[in-house]
């Protein structure tokens, strides 16, 4: 099955610096890369994701590239602000069966000071 | 939450007892997960359902059993509830090839 790989585990940045976490998987037929904000104490909420066609997506301060002869993908916030703070997960589809298995990296905690 | 409840949210048991725990969908999702979170180990697959009465094991599956008799509800039980199996269950939901929308979570002790 496909693993996935998320570093760093931590990040603390300064308020308006950028912040970029990276994430490596094993199933070369996976092709499609959802990164995943979570707060404290609610569920992950979907920040944007990319599929296998595409080596590159933005919205607004939000970027997320993807290498599939490398296999790995990376989300990078510009101009980070408190409110960015939180775990980010990324993830990767199991293609194998056809049913939209999702496999979690570990997450990293995103810490922005002020 | 795309119209994703968890029930109950929070629950305390004793080792040995047997729960269940609830995840109720108002969007008409085919395809619902649930996965545990634990510190260190992100979020793992426990089983998950790709239809009524369509079920399969993901990573994590040992002591878990799973039901859907109905699109809307996914039942998830622990047998036998072990200190183990203390964690924060997510149901998530899916439409084929689109994102996954995650409930609020149910935080379990067993002691």
């Known amino acids: 099955g496909e693993n996935v790989e998320q570093h760093p585990s931590t990040l603390s940045v300064q308020e308006g610096d950028s912040a970029v976490i990276k994430c490596t998987y094993s199933?070369?037929?996976?092709?499609?890369f959802p990164w995943y904000k979570q707060e404290l104490g609610k569920g992950p909420q979907l920040i944007i994701d990319?599929?296998?066609?595409?080596g590159e997506k933005k919205d607004q301060r939000i970027a997320v590239t993807l290498n599939k002869t490398a296999k790995h993908f990376s989300l990078h916030i510009t101009e980070t602000q408190p409110e960015d703070s939180a775990v980010y997960f990324c993830?990767?589809?199991?293609?194998?069966?056809?049913?939209?298995?999702?496999?979690f990296g570990k997450g990293t905690l995103l810490t922005v000071n002020p | 939450d795309a119209g994703i409840t968890q029930s109950p949210r929070h629950k305390v048991t004793e080792t040995g007892t047997p729960v269940t725990l609830r995840c109720h969908q108002t969007?008409?999702?085919?395809?619902m997960y649930w996965y545990r979170q634990d510190p260190g180990h992100g979020l793992r697959l426990i089983h998950y359902?790709?239809?009524?009465?369509?079920?399969d094991k993901g990573e994590v599956s040992d002591g878990y059993s799973v039901s859907r008799s109905k699109t809307e509800d996914f039942l998830l039980t622990l047998e036998s509830a072990t200190s183990s199996q203390t964690s924060v269950y997510f149901c998530?939901?899916?439409?084929?090839?689109?994102?996954?929308?995650f409930g609020q979570g149910t935080r379990l002790t067993v002691v």
């Open positions: 359902s790709y239809g009524v009465k369509d079920t």
């Open positions: 993830a990767a589809r199991d293609s194998g069966g056809s049913n939209y298995k999702l496999t």
């Open positions: 199933d070369s037929a996976s092709n499609y």
């Open positions: 969007e008409n999702h085919r395809y």
């Open positions: 998530a939901t899916s439409v084929q090839g689109s994102e996954a929308f």
């Open positions: 990319i599929r296998s066609n595409v």
